[in-house]
């Protein structure tokens, strides 16, 4: 329960804080910020609740899979899956790190990173789509 507790804390958190800055920051808040704000924010209210840190990524991937259904578009379903497994993935990297470098920075930092990467990848893919 505190993990299902922690992932709508940090989701509720990330919508209200990526809404702002994408207003704010456009690009940058998509492929920079965000990732961090969101990698924070799952692993740190994981913590202080005492809740397991992956299933809490794995939640907050539901989560985000749940508004990218809303989408309406042929690709809403294959980005809710995307969601989940992304998401499922930055919290094996932070438990990964976390257990190589005996430190939950070790294990965020790296998942950030990661979350840049993919977040740059789909942006670029997308940009690269309507072009066509």
Not at 4 to 10: F, K, M, Q, T
Not at 74 to 98: D, K, N
Request: hydrophobic content about 55%; glycine content about 12%; overall charge positive.
């Amino acid at each position: 329960m505190k993990e299902l507790a922690a992932a709508l804390l940090a989701t509720a958190g990330a919508l209200v804080i990526n809404r702002w800055g994408i207003k704010r920051f456009a690009f940058a808040e998509v492929v920079w910020i965000g990732p961090a704000i969101e990698e924070l924010g799952k692993t740190c209210i994981a913590l202080v609740l005492g809740a397991m840190v992956l299933p809490v990524h794995v939640c907050f991937g539901i989560t985000e899979g749940m508004f990218d259904l809303r989408g309406g578009t042929r690709q809403s379903g294959a980005a809710a899956v995307v969601s989940v497994l992304g998401h499922g993935i930055f919290g094996y990297i932070t438990v990964w790190g976390h257990e190589i470098f005996a430190s939950w920075w070790g294990g965020i930092l790296p998942a950030v990173m990661a979350h840049m990467f993919w977040n740059s990848y789909v942006v670029l893919f997308l940009l690269k789509e309507r072009r066509k």
